[in-house]
């Protein structure tokens, strides 16, 4: 290629969407999700005077952008998210200038920001609009370049300067972060919604589902060999101590002696000593005691309204043995994880929804400090958010990855018969066709292979225009 750090532009961006619904509710946090529009967002651009284009997807689900219980989802939440997407979108195409790809990223995020403050927009949601774009026209660039991402981060075709992110990091190039091949695999962290069903007799007959994937805990754990897992907590003491009984007894019964676990807070606390009273009462109870020799960290149990405000840091100084703390939904601007370490969490979370270009920082910046870099999942579908959110996590060498979209959603039915074929295809090692006929995530000895993901352009091996003709979105 004529350069490498290439000079790109975007000259349009298009969107399609795809109706899709679980195959029972997800219920977390204050939300139960049932169904959820599939946005595809495809890129035109042009590359050292060469035209190329992109693709990303993302399912919009409820209540995790804006977390506010005074709002609906069809009237409020779906139009918010949907306005940040389409102002993205068009500062995208408004920067008319040539530019490497981290600065089109950074002029981009400039312009979201902004934008957002002024219309009192929180941080993290403006972010998803910003990291849309970002991805597409990352696609767009890996397809250019007939590299995949691992090479097109480590070899800095994207121009990146940690510098300008993290000022620490000035001196710190790609190469030395990103120095080893991606992981071949990783670990599925498999999801327990708060009312998914323990076993199988839990389950009504009128809400079996006969589509041969598995729908209880236990059938999860003996399909797919699972060995970690996330547990959500609602905040109420009573009904977490119950779930969390029956949780520990099952996984004993069930799991390998050696599983892990995390637990989500859902944002339920109001501060760091709301949460700490409801964990020692849960560490005290002898019949939950033995699941906190398996725990790994807690995931944002205050709710971001409070997360990174100074009484945390005493809160924290105040508990001594307190497990290792993440921030999640709180990770919504560059200088957030900063913040967190400051205050005594040990680190964040990384989803393609909150940015690729921040994780890679985020890595960079724990490897210098030491903390914890977690993979978790808003029910992402393949063939493209799955796969691309894969791609990263095994760039970024993050071993167990939270996973519950082929858990909710039956595998890629929902897909044109076209794209399934293609994707079994492409993608052998990542799915396999059940007994139902249509392909689903394969999970062996509980880990998902990550080989044709990383040998792919940003992990998708299908072309862009194998995803035209679906409803358009604008």
Partial sequence: MSSAVPLIRVRDIKFSVLPTRTRFPFRYGIAAMTEAPHLFVRSELEIEGITAAGIASEGLPPKWFTKNVETT?????????????????????????????????????????????????????????????????????????????????????????????????????PSSVFKNPPLDSVRARHTVGLADPLTDSEIPDSDRIDDGLPHSLVANIRTYGLTHFKLKLCGNLETDRDRLRELTALFSAEAPENYEITIDGNEQYADIDAFRDHFLEHRADPEIFPIFDHLLFVEQPIHRDFALTDPVKSGFENWPDAPPVIIDESDGEAGSLPRALELGYVGTSHKNCKGVVKSLANRALLNRKGGVM?????????????????????????????????????????????????????????????????????????????????????????????????????
Wanted: a negative charge; glycine letters at 8%.
């Fill in 374 to 474: 977690s993979g978790e999942d808003l029910a992402n579908l393949g063939p493209i958010a799955l796969s691309q959110d894969l791609a990263v996590a095994a760039l970024l060498g993050i071993d167990h990855v939270e996973r519950n979209g082929h858990h909710y959603f039956a595998g890629l039915s929902m897909f044109p018969e076209s794209i399934q074929q293609a994707v079994l295809k492409c993608h052998p090692d990542l799915y396999a066709k059940t007994e139902t006929g249509f392909p689903a995530l394969r999970i062996e000895q509980g880990r998902i292979s990550t080989g044709s993901i990383n040998a792919a352009p940003f992990g998708v091996g299908l072309p862009v225009d194998a995803f035209d003709g679906f409803d358009s979105w604008t």
């Fill in 73 to 173: 989802f069809e009237e409020d939440d779906l139009p918010g998210m949907k306005r940040v997407i389409l102002q993205a979108a068009g500062f995208a195409t408004e920067i008319t200038e040539s530019l490497s790809f981290f600065e089109f990223w950074k002029a981009l995020k400039q312009r979201q920001e902004s934008w957002a403050k002024t219309e009192s927009i929180p941080p993290l949601l403006a972010q998803l609009g910003t990291a849309l774009m970002e991805r597409t026209v990352l696609d767009g660039l890996c397809r250019y370049l007939e590299k995949p991402l691992h090479h097109v981060v480590s070899e800095n075709h994207i121009g990146l300067d940690w510098g300008e992110i993290h000022p620490e990091l000035s001196d710190v190039n």
